[in-house]
């Protein structure tokens, strides 16, 4: 080989190295069977009856979960979009996770608790004077929670008159919102609310902080900086060229259409890796952080907040608890919740419900040893059956049915 030869394998071995991992990758993926991880990590006992539009025709309130199947009449009409706000109904957004929107070991005329809900509260009625609409999401956290209240009430038209919230003590356990929400939290219209919610009673650092990051977590510039006219004719310039690059890769590159799922899979993979090396089971104690429980704690209350702003009256419950031991929940961290979520919603003027309790164990179920996530046959603390759905909509019913009534006559 000559000198010169020597001298440019060097140069081009790396950028070569890349372009024919990238090849191999592709070819990989490009061969990889279709995997739905809308269906909690292969969990094929566990149906998803969730998605569609909530609020604004632009906005999509619900967009991880994905119907599985043409959806009954029935829920159908909670996943519609929030409807106009008039004299003679009552406009119900009802948020939760994934235990709101899934069914384990779903049968024949099984409902999710929205649409049971719904069916309760009208009497069966095609008229919906309580017009009910799901905004859930799979591991729901309480930025994302703050985002999807503040996006449904930017409508004034649209902007619902109650909103039921569930809040389950993983979604304590995290921050971050995800990206489609992170977008939304960008509008003006939205930074706009956030600060007059935080400006509205005492400091949130915490949450202030938080909402601060998610704002930058994209690495775009920060609000002012936007706000320059140079600043936004480069940034719909480079927003341009960039999508037009994603549609070309999402075409033409398998790697690229199928990051997400790619994404997923190994998430998948590692979950049960670590599962597997450190033994965690469904049932290990996992208490949770401080800082993030503080952080959360900030995030309900400025959501409390905006709601009593908006005029929105606010339901908000602590979701059912398997009443299994040993289980993954610290008792410390429930009656902390418990007192602290009580005392927000005092002093909003929030109705407040602890539901912990609720579903029986035998309404629970365990997962299935095909899970690919590496907890197969063990206990399922965030999932319940169709009958536990239902009970949990009757006493939603029994508790807040008189409240609703008395704020749909109120508004008549």
């Not at 969730?50 to 029935?74: H, S, Y």
């Not at 005329?109 to 309580?130: M, Q």
């Amino acid at each position: 080989m000559s000198r010169p030869s020597r001298a440019v394998l060097p140069r081009w071995y790396l950028p070569g190295a890349v372009v024919v991992l990238l090849i191999g990758v592709n070819i990989v993926v490009s061969r990889m069977a279709p995997v739905d991880l809308m269906v909690a990590g292969q969990n094929a006992r566990l149906s998803f009856q969730a998605g569609g539009r909530v609020g604004d025709q632009t906005v999509r309130l619900t967009p991880l979960a994905g119907v599985q199947g043409e959806p009954t009449r029935a829920t159908a009409a909670i996943l519609a979009e929030l409807p106009a706000n008039q004299r003679d109904s009552l406009s119900v957004l009802y948020i939760g996770n994934s235990q709101t929107m899934a069914i384990m070991d779903a049968e024949p005329g099984n409902r999710i608790v929205a649409a049971w809900l719904a069916e309760l509260l009208n009497d069966g009625r095609g008229d919906e004077p309580f017009a009910v609409r799901l905004a859930s999401e799979a591991n729901l956290t309480m930025s994302e929670l703050l985002i999807k209240s503040i996006v449904a009430a930017l409508e004034p038209s649209r902007r619902p008159d109650v909103e039921i919230v569930g809040i389950v003590l993983d979604g304590l356990r995290w921050v971050e919102a995800r990206a489609e929400l992170v977008t939304l939290a960008e509008s003006p219209a939205v930074r706009e609310h956030v600060q007059l919610a935080l400006a509205a009673g005492p400091p949130l650092p915490a949450a202030a902080r938080s909402l601060e990051t998610l704002a930058r977590s994209d690495g775009k510039a920060a609000p002012a900086e936007r706000d320059d006219p140079t600043t936004r004719r480069n940034d719909r310039a480079i927003d341009r060229v960039e999508q037009r690059l994603q549609r070309w890769s999402e075409t033409n590159i398998a790697l690229f259409s199928a990051r997400r799922r790619v994404r997923g899979t190994v998430n998948l993979k590692y979950t049960a890796l670590r599962n597997w090396a450190f033994g965690f089971k469904t049932t290990t104690k996992r208490p949770i952080a401080p800082a993030l429980y503080a952080t959360n704690l900030e995030l309900i209350e400025l959501t409390l907040r905006f709601l009593h702003q908006q005029g929105v009256r606010a339901v908000f419950y602590i979701a059912p608890i398997r009443p299994l031991e040993p289980g993954p929940y610290v008792a410390e961290d429930v009656e902390r919740f418990r007192r602290e979520l009580a005392r927000l919603c005092e002093r909003y003027g929030a109705v407040y419900a602890d539901y912990t309790r609720l579903i029986p164990g035998e309404l629970w179920t365990n997962y299935p040893d095909t899970d690919q996530s590496g907890v197969g046959g063990q206990p399922d603390f965030a999932h319940f059956t169709g009958n536990a759905h239902r009970r949990l909509a009757e006493r939603l019913a029994a508790d807040i049915g008189p409240q609703l009534r008395s704020w749909l006559a109120q508004k008549r």
